[in-house]
C-alpha cells in the first residue's frame, strides 16, 4: 500500500499546473518551429531540426516563439530561430540527426 501512496503522489507532482503549462507552451513553439525549417529543408528533416532547436532553446526564446503560434512567423520569429541554430550546441544536434546546414 505504501508502494501505491508513492506512486499516486510522484503522478499527482507531474501533472502539476505549471508543468502542464510548460509543456503546452512548447508544443506551441514546436508547431511555430516547424513551418520556418521547412523554408529551408524537407518536411521530415524540419521535424528533426525543430527538435534540435527546441532542445537548445532557453526558457524565454520557447515562450516569445510560441507567441506566434496561428500566424505565419514573421522576421523576429525567423530571427530568434536562426539565432538557436547558429548555437554550438543545436549544429552538434543537427549533426549527430543527419541533419545538413541550415541555408538562409
Do not use: F, K
Not at 503522478?11 to 510548460?22: F, G, I, R, V, Y
Request: proline content about 7%.
Amino acid at each position: 500500500m505504501p508502494r501505491l501512496a508513492l506512486a499516486c503522489l510522484l503522478l499527482a507532482t507531474a501533472c502539476s499546473p505549471q508543468a502542464m503549462a510548460d509543456n503546452v507552451t512548447a508544443r506551441a513553439a514546436r508547431s511555430v518551429v516547424v513551418p520556418v525549417m521547412q523554408n529551408y529543408m524537407a518536411a521530415p528533416q524540419a521535424e528533426t531540426a525543430a527538435d534540435c532547436v527546441m532542445a537548445n532553446a532557453s526558457p524565454g526564446e520557447i515562450r516569445a516563439l510560441a507567441r506566434d503560434v496561428g500566424t505565419r512567423a514573421g522576421t523576429l520569429t525567423v530571427q530568434n530561430v536562426a539565432t538557436i541554430l547558429r548555437r554550438p550546441a543545436t549544429a552538434a544536434c543537427l549533426r549527430a540527426r543527419g541533419v545538413g546546414p541550415v541555408a538562409g
